[in-house]
C-alpha cells in the first residue's frame, strides 16, 4: 500500500483536498491518505492526526501566538517522515507552514507535490525558488502562475481551478429561502466575514454597521457560518438573530441568490465570482500584519478576481476603509445603478469561463498516480 502524507491546514484547502481524494478513491487505487485536514477529506478515508481547527490563523501576529503549537506540529511531522515514511507528500496551499515541510521533505528525500503554489508573485518572491529546490512538482490553479513558474524551469502544470468541480446548488431559490425564512420580495445582501475567528471578531462590527445603516422592511440580511467557526462566537458577536440570518452548509446558495455580497478577501470572492454575483471585497487584519504586508506586497490589488481579470472589477476596502459607512455606500452605488450591475456581472462572466477549462480533480489525480507508481 502506498502512503500519501497530505497537510491542507485551512478551510479551502481542506475543500479543495477532498475533491482530490474523492477521485482518487473512485480510482480503487492502494492508498493510505493521513496527515492535516478537515472534515471533508476526513469523508474519503483521510485520517487526521490533530484537530484541523487550531491551524486556523493568519498573519505575522496571530502565527507568532501560535509558535510553540507549530513547532509541536513539526517536530511531530518530522518523527513520522523518520518512522512511518511515506512515499509521496502533498502540500495544499498554507504556505507560511508547508514551505517548511517542503524543505524538512527534501532532506528525507521524500518526493512532494506542491497543489495550489504559494503566492510569490504577491511576495516573498524568492519561494519560487524554494519551491525549485523543495519541491518535485507543482500543480498551479491561477492561469497566469504558468509563465513564472516555467521562466524559473520549475516542473509543473495548469491543473484548473477546483471550484469549477466543488460548486453546487442543493436548492432552488424558492426552497433555501424557505429553509432560512427569507422573503424573496425583498434584496437579500450577503456577508461572508471569513473562516478564522480572527477575522470574525474584526469583521463583525463593521458588518453589523453597514447592515443598521439599511432598512429591514427593504432587506434581508445572511451572514456565512464557516465549519470552521462555532455558534458561540458567532452568537457573541451579534452574528444571528430576528434581523441578521446565519447561514451554514448552503455558501454556494447564498452566494448564487443574494443580490449583492460583501465577502472577506479569500477563496470565497472566487467562488461567488464563479457564481456571477457582484460583490465587494474586503480585508482588515492586525495594525502590525497590515504594516508588514504593505512593505513586502508588490501587487496593487488583493482580491484574486481582480488579480485574473487584470482590472480591479470588484472594489476593495482594505484596512481603515473597512467600516459600515464604506460598505453601506459601495453596496448602493451597484444596486442603485443597473448599468455598473450588468456590466459587473459581464466580466464575471469572463472569469467563469476562464476557469472551467480543466477537470482539477482528474488532473492532480494524475500527477499523483505518476509522483508514486512511475
Not at 452568537?235 to 447561514?247: A, D, Q, V, W
Not at 464604506?326 to 442603485?336: A, G, H, R
Request: charged share 25%; net charge positive.
Amino acid at each position: 500500500m502506498k502512503k500519501i502524507f497530505w497537510i491542507a491546514g485551512e478551510n479551502s484547502g481542506d475543500i479543495h483536498s477532498a475533491i482530490i481524494l474523492r477521485e482518487l478513491q473512485n480510482r480503487g487505487k492502494d492508498i493510505s491518505v493521513f496527515g492535516i485536514g478537515g472534515p471533508n477529506m476526513i469523508k474519503y478515508n483521510f485520517t487526521t492526526i490533530e484537530p484541523f481547527e487550531r491551524f486556523a490563523v493568519m498573519g505575522f501576529t496571530e502565527v507568532v501566538k501560535h509558535i510553540f503549537f507549530f513547532t509541536k506540529i513539526y517536530f511531530r511531522i518530522k518523527k513520522i517522515f523518520k518512522k512511518n515514511t511515506p512515499d509521496l507528500i502533498v502540500l495544499t496551499d498554507y504556505p507560511g507552514f508547508n514551505m517548511k515541510l517542503a524543505k524538512l521533505a527534501s532532506k528525507f528525500n521524500i518526493p512532494v507535490l506542491y497543489y495550489i503554489s504559494p503566492q510569490f508573485w504577491a511576495w516573498k518572491q524568492n519561494r519560487i525558488f524554494q519551491l525549485k529546490k523543495y519541491t518535485d512538482y507543482i500543480a498551479y490553479i491561477l492561469p497566469f502562475e504558468g509563465n513564472l513558474l516555467q521562466k524559473e524551469n520549475v516542473h509543473s502544470s495548469y491543473v484548473g481551478h477546483p471550484i469549477a468541480e466543488e460548486i453546487e446548488l442543493k436548492l432552488t431559490k424558492k426552497e433555501f429561502a424557505k429553509k432560512f425564512q427569507l422573503d424573496e420580495t425583498k434584496k437579500w445582501l450577503g456577508f461572508f466575514p471569513g473562516s478564522r475567528a480572527n477575522e470574525i471578531k474584526r469583521l463583525s462590527p463593521e458588518f453589523i454597521n453597514a447592515i443598521n445603516h439599511f432598512n429591514p422592511d427593504k432587506y434581508e440580511f445572511l451572514v456565512s457560518r464557516a465549519c470552521s467557526i462555532n455558534k458561540e462566537l458567532f452568537k457573541k458577536m451579534g452574528l444571528n438573530g430576528s434581523k441578521i440570518k446565519e447561514i451554514d452548509s448552503y455558501n454556494y446558495e447564498m452566494m448564487k441568490y443574494c443580490d449583492f455580497l460583501t465577502i472577506t478577501s479569500g477563496t470565497a470572492t472566487l467562488e461567488c465570482a464563479y457564481l456571477g454575483t457582484p460583490f465587494i471585497i474586503v480585508y482588515k487584519t492586525s495594525r502590525i500584519s497590515y504594516e508588514l504586508g504593505k512593505r513586502f506586497v508588490k501587487i496593487d490589488k488583493i482580491g484574486l478576481p481582480n488579480i485574473i481579470l487584470g482590472n480591479k472589477v470588484l472594489p476593495e476596502l482594505l484596512q481603515d476603509e473597512v467600516n459600515g459607512r464604506n460598505i453601506y455606500y459601495q453596496i448602493n452605488l451597484f444596486l442603485k445603478n443597473p448599468k455598473k450591475y450588468a456590466e459587473t456581472k459581464d466580466n464575471l462572466k469572463t472569469l467563469h469561463d476562464l476557469l472551467e477549462k480543466k477537470s482539477t480533480s482528474k488532473a492532480v489525480s494524475d500527477i499523483i498516480e505518476n509522483m508514486l507508481y512511475e
